[in-house]
């Protein structure tokens, strides 16, 4: 089939060359030049695993375009997908100028009728608001070309995401159409081989479906976090009670490990529009407003915990980061709770030798130079003449270091963990403080 996909971020980049890779006709369109130049010469702007082998030889195969030429990019696909930004607005309502700009732009240039298909986490009511920018656009070009508006939110990881893509749990599709619903079978054919994972349903349910999707994961994540929090008052400790629970299958093992708050450019930013769309029709999401303040707290409690350490007063240490990306496996640092930690720490006076496998560029990125900030080759490196080790992405590579190399390297043996990866009684008898998250040590 063919596919116009809007955006050649995550979503847009993943989504274009999984469906290449099965054989269909992508065109991913993006206005940022610079990306589609280096797309064109097989440079992956994000690290995700997986990605750049599908990318570069679907496009070396001719399965696979990039282009910032919208007029193209339109005429090409049946299916014009939007997988373009909506990020949160000041009230934290989803900002949705660049899905509507979308909207317009096909309208502008369509000339057969066009399936378009909202990929980006949106509130309910944006397909009447794209179908309404559609029709503003084609009645200014006086015709009446005809065209559908479904929904299918995307629910893939970053770290994991062609993997998410190709193997998906389900499909969500919201349509009134069954020419759509059609042609959606048709184009996901390959992902739904063993067992139906096609949900259709109608076009809100959809688009309520995904925030519903990660405010549920974030509230678990907060759950446990303040949880994790009462087991330090009372002695108990998170990891034997998360065991505890997730051992009934009604709750269940997955996504309920304690750390330093969730990040990423979709919890936080997902949680809020909620709540916001919950206000704007009268409705006060007391639950979900605590999941987004319960993290807010959880990001501070590695400051707190070093802080309280060295008996409130951190200016003129160093301290060692292990991870800066919002987890492991990405190069992406939105919301992630190294920087409010690495903020804090500046504040209080302190400076940061840090190391992360992939989000040294970003964070260079983000903060530039200044000498609070060392960025480190190696995560060996980091703990030289540092007065403590903070962990706060639970990359694998951190998982089983040489703890008498860290202790003899540390001025103070002194490790804080933000993910709760290390044995807090190992570290006991090697003589190195362990502070956890929710830990009765
Ligand atoms: N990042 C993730 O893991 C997931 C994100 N989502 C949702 O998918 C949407 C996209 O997210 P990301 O891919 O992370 O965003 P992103 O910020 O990585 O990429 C968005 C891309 O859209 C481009 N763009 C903006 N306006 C455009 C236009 N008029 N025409 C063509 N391209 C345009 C930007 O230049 C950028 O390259 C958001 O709504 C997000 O909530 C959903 C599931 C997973
Ligand atoms: O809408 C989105 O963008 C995506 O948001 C999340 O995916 P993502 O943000 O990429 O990553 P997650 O693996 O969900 O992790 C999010 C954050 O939660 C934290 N987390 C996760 C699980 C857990 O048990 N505890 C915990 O603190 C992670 O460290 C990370 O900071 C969802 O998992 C995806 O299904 C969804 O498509």
Same mark, same amino acid.
């Given at each position: 089939m063919k596919v116009t996909v809007f955006g050649t971020g995550y979503v847009g980049l993943v989504t274009g060359a999984c469906l290449a890779e099965?054989? $269909?006709h992508v065109v991913c369109v993006d206005v940022d030049a610079d990306k589609v130049a280096r797309l064109k010469n097989g440079q992956i702007p994000i690290y995700e695993p997986g990605l750049d082998g599908i990318v570069i030889s679907n496009y070396e195969e001719?399965? +696979?375009?990039?282009?910032t #030429?919208?007029? $193209? !990019?339109v005429a090409h696909g049946t299916m014009q997908f939007i997988a373009v930004g909506t990020p949160p607005d000041e009230d934290g309502s989803a900002d949705l100028q660049y899905v509507l700009a979308v909207a317009s732009t096909i309208a502008e240039y369509m000339d057969d009728t066009k399936i378009v298909v &909202?990929?980006?986490?949106?509130?309910?009511?944006?397909? #009447?608001r794209v179908r309404s920018a559609m029709m503003t656009g084609l009645k200014a070009r006086s015709t009446d070309l005809t065209y559908h508006v479904a929904s299918n939110p995307e629910f893939l990881k970053e770290g994991a995401a062609v993997a998410d893509f190709m193997k998906p749990d389900r499909i969500v599709v919201g349509t009134d159409s069954k020419d759509v619903e059609d042609a959606m079978r048709e184009l996901y054919a390959a992902f739904n081989r063993n067992h139906d994972r096609m949900l259709f349903m109608d076009v809100r349910s959809a688009e309520l479906?995904? *925030? !519903?999707?990660?405010a549920m994961l974030a509230t678990k994540i907060s759950f446990i976090n303040e949880v994790a929090n009462i087991a330090e008052y009372v002695g108990a400790d998170i990891e034997r009670v998360r065991q505890g629970i997730g051992s009934d299958p009604r709750i269940g093992y997955k996504f309920i490990y304690p750390g330093c708050g969730y990040g990423g450019s979709c919890f936080p930013k997902d949680v809020k529009a909620l709540a916001s769309t919950a206000r704007q029709v009268? *409705?006060? !999401?007391? +639950? +979900? #407003? !605590?999941?987004e303040l319960v993290n807010e707290h959880q990001k501070t409690r590695l400051f707190d915990k070093l802080h309280t350490y060295f008996n409130q007063d951190l200016a003129g240490k160093t301290i060692a980061l292990w991870g800066l990306a919002f987890k492991p496996n990405t190069d992406d640092m939105r919301e992630a709770s190294s920087r409010v930690f690495i903020e804090a720490l500046w504040e209080a006076g302190a400076s940061v030798k840090a190391y992360d496998p992939e989000a040294m560029n970003e964070t260079q990125r983000i903060y530039g130079q200044r000498p609070d900030l060392? +960025?480190?080759? &190696?995560k060996e490196a980091c703990l030289i003449d540092a007065d403590a080790l903070v962990v706060c992405t639970e990359w694998k590579a951190f998982w089983a270091p040489d703890f008498n190399l860290v202790k003899e390297s540390l001025k103070t043996p002194l490790i804080v963990d933000g993910r709760n990866i290390y044995n807090p009684h190992q570290l006991e008898d090697l003589g190195i403080d362990y502070i956890g998250i929710g830990r009765s040590n």
């Open positions: 099965v054989g $269909h001719g399965r +696979l375009e990039f282009t #030429d919208a007029k $193209h !990019a &909202t990929k980006s986490t949106v509130p309910v009511g944006t397909a #009447d479906t995904k *925030y !519903a999707a990660n009268g *409705y006060e !999401a007391k +639950l +979900l #407003d !605590a999941v060392q +960025l480190m080759g &190696t």
